[in-house]
């Protein structure tokens, strides 16, 4: 039986998106290959890397373990839609103040991961920050900074 | 061992129903080539390995009836059939009555896993390592099963048969979780043994309760083909006095029922070697919050 594609509305980075999705896609391969938006990363492919984070209706996910018509009626933020004007945001500036990027693979799910974290919770703890950030690896092993820009973003330092 | 790979998942018809009814509808014409979906990151990881090729998917997500929340009568809390991993760890009734639950969920995967799962999905994945279960089976949860026909209550203890499997039948769905508040004073605690801290299977996991009356209960997961509750109504495991070489005799006698296996996670004379452990860490655990109890 031919698998008829499903029709999805989702708010993507504040803007309005309808389309077609294949049944079997999920959401990463949506916001990849279909709105070319591919500051979301794909690695692991089964939930335990955490370079395709994404924040969708407010909440931290996995966009690989997502299927994009699941989507349907939700908001989602990526990468690219941290910044504002051209201008990037509070945490994002602290990565770079902080040098804790690397390679840079895992950063967009890594920011996505923190940025979720200091949502719910302002000011975290470098405990918490771990426990938040326990579902993104960092191949470079940049963990130390990546924890220290997060930290640093909680207090304010960027602002 | 699983490769790693980043090929797309089975092709698929997907269905998102928006009541019961027509949900069943879809149960009843495809049978056994249907898969239901609630958070999914346990389903969309089959999917990709092909585990599971069915024909069709059934989205839980939009049928009206289906609740995503938990709701309180005078006895239990009723668990909806959508409700996330971080709502159970959040929710102050659950903190309140059932601690050690809320303390499991929030071991399972990884935030990004927990803001998707759902803890009845959890159960149904049937896991025998399933970090909720040990939890739920102490606490006596019954998860309510709906089909077009009929609907019925099965004790969580009844509910897995082996790894995957469970004796929901092809047509129904779990429509909620009950947890029954206990009736007297109890104390429960939740260790889980992993090869590292962060976004792992449990090797093994042992969840104890413990009644003021002095009744005992353990439930073991990854240590058989299903997770395993046992009790002992002697009372004589929470004898403070109680010899230690005795305790450990006691405490073997109801790890009989355990068949640990060897397997990419731990071998299964380390995993006998560490339930015997963990066993009495948990139970000293919970003797220990139930005094702290008595005492406030």
């Not at chain 1, 500036?93 to 804790?100: N, P, Q, R």
């Not at chain 2, 429509?175 to 090797?203: C, K, M, Q």
């Not at chain 2, 010899?243 to 640990?260: I, M």
């Not at chain 2, 009495?280 to 005094?291: G, K, S």
Request: proline share 5%.
């Amino acid at each position: 039986m031919p698998a008829r594609t499903v029709s999805v509305t989702m708010t993507v980075n504040g803007r309005v998106r309808t389309l077609e999705v294949q049944p079997h896609h999920t959401l990463l391969q949506c916001l990849r290959e279909q709105l070319e938006l591919t500051g979301t990363k794909e690695c692991c492919s089964m939930g335990e890397c955490g370079a395709c984070t994404v924040i969708v209706d407010g909440r931290s996910v996995n966009s690989c373990l997502m299927l994009a018509a699941e989507a349907d009626g939700c908001t989602v933020t990526t990468i690219e839609g941290l910044a504002q004007d051209g201008r990037l945001n509070a945490l994002q500036e602290s990565f770079l103040e902080a040098g804790a990027v690397q390679c840079g693979f895992c950063i967009p799910g890594m920011v996505m991961a923190a940025q979720d974290l200091l949502n719910h919770n302002p000011h975290p703890t470098v405990e918490q920050i771990k426990e938040g950030l326990a579902g993104n690896l960092c191949r470079c092993g940049g963990y130390a900074r990546i924890i220290e820009a997060v930290h640093a973003a909680s207090r304010g330092k960027m602002e | 061992m699983e490769t790693l790979q980043t090929s797309s998942l089975t092709r698929f018809i997907y269905a998102r129903p928006g009541t019961l009814d027509e949900a069943f509808q879809l149960l009843e014409d495809h049978g056994p080539q249907a898969c239901l979906l609630a958070g999914g990151t346990d389903l969309i990881v089959q999917l990709r390995a092909r585990k599971l090729t069915p024909r069709i998917v059934i989205d839980l997500k939009k049928i009206d009836s289906l609740r995503r929340d938990i709701t309180e009568t005078q006895s239990l809390l009723r668990i909806g059939a959508l409700t996330l991993l971080s709502n159970i760890i959040d929710d102050p009734r659950v903190n309140r009555h059932f601690p050690v639950l809320a303390q499991a969920a929030a071991t399972v995967g990884s935030v990004q896993i927990r803001n998707r799962a759902t803890l009845p999905g959890n159960i149904c994945n049937a896991s025998p390592a399933a970090d909720t279960v040990p939890a739920l089976l102490v606490h006596q949860a019954i998860v309510n099963l709906s089909s077009r026909t009929a609907e019925r209550a099965v004790p969580l203890k009844d509910f897995f048969v082996g790894p995957g499997k469970t004796v929901r039948r092809a047509g129904e769905i779990v429509s909620s979780i009950d947890l029954p508040v206990p009736e007297e004073r109890v104390a429960a605690s939740f260790a889980r043994l992993t090869r590292r801290r962060g976004v792992d299977l449990a090797s093994i996991n042992v969840c104890c309760l413990v009644s003021a009356a002095g009744l005992i209960r353990f439930a073991f997961g990854a240590v058989g083909p299903r997770p395993i509750l046992v009790e002992d109504g002697s009372g004589r495991l929470a004898d403070p006095a109680m010899d230690a070489r005795e305790k450990e005799r006691l405490l073997l006698g109801l790890l009989e029922q355990t068949s640990p296996i060897s397997d990419v996670r731990a071998g299964k004379e380390y995993r006998s070697a560490m339930l015997l452990v963990l066993s009495l860490r948990v139970l000293q655990e919970a003797l220990d919050i139930l005094r702290a109890q008595r005492r406030e």
